[in-house]
């Protein structure tokens, strides 16, 4: 009995002895620190969700036109920054982005006896978009108004500028892999309205014009 009384004893005073810190933690007041949230916890669980920024390099290929045969293919490179803003809702995201960028979209050819160019330096669109999550990772589309300034330039004889007004439609695949950076990667076709130029006295008549261009670059979340 002696030695089982013993051990118990003994048993006692080494939890009391433990005990000790916690005891003091609480009388003093202080908190235990609480236990670490899980990994998949700490991650954004809504990445498309608020404002955005991004930047985008890409390449252009298009065609300026009329209806009796005449054409000037055109391509190029573009380079543009964005702005948007996404709302996040049950297995859909929704929201609306502007862009402007530069771009050396040029072609020319012969007719008549002279040298035709078409280009284009600046390049802007406000769209929506919808698109559909998976995990983060979205697959979207994309439409609405656009806007260039197109050039027609005959050589020798003479050149005309004007804003030309139009609407664009695409899509692609955006990825917040990177917590509040992303990889978009997508293709747009821009039809540009007819418009007619008046070079050195002549009308041109109507001329069709579109684009269409593939591009790829960072977005940055920013809230």
């Known amino acids: 009995m002696t030695s089982l009384f013993a051990r118990l004893s003994t048993a006692a005073a080494f939890a009391f002895i433990a005990a000790i810190p916690a005891l003091a933690a609480d009388k003093a007041g202080i908190a235990p620190a609480p236990a670490?949230?899980?990994?998949?916890?700490?991650?954004?669980v809504a990445p498309f969700q608020g404002l955005y920024v991004g930047a985008l390099l890409g390449h252009s290929a298009g065609l300026t036109n009329d209806a009796e045969g005449f054409k000037i293919p055109r391509e190029g490179y573009?380079?543009?920054?964005?702005?948007?803003?996404?709302?996040?809702?049950?297995?859909?995201v929704v929201g609306l982005e502007g862009d402007l960028g530069v771009t050396?979209?040029?072609?020319?050819?012969?007719?008549?006896?002279?040298?035709?160019?078409g280009s284009n330096k600046v390049n802007g669109s406000l769209r929506a978009r919808i698109g559909l999550p998976i995990g983060h990772t979205m697959i979207y589309g994309t439409g609405g108004f656009a806007m260039t300034?197109?050039?027609?330039?005959?050589?020798?004889?003479g050149s005309q500028e004007k804003n030309t007004k139009g609407y664009v439609l695409g899509g692609?695949?955006?990825?917040?892999?990177?917590?509040n950076m992303g990889l978009r990667i997508e293709a747009l076709r821009y039809q540009?309205?007819?418009?007619?130029?008046?070079?050195?006295?002549?009308?041109?008549?109507?001329?069709?014009?579109?684009?269409?261009v593939v591009r790829a670059g960072l977005v940055f979340k920013l809230n």
């Open 36 to 44: 670490a949230a899980p990994a998949e916890m700490v991650r954004d």
């Open 78 to 92: 573009t380079a543009t920054g964005l702005l948007g803003y996404n709302h996040r809702l049950p297995g859909l």
């Open 104 to 117: 050396d979209i040029s072609g020319s050819t012969n007719a008549g006896g002279f040298t035709v160019s």
């Open 149 to 157: 300034n197109a050039k027609l330039a005959v050589e020798t004889v």
């Open 172 to 179: 692609g695949v955006e990825s917040m892999l990177l917590g």
């Open 192 to 212: 540009w309205l007819d418009q007619g130029y008046t070079i050195g006295g002549q009308d041109t008549g109507k001329l069709g014009s579109h684009d269409t």
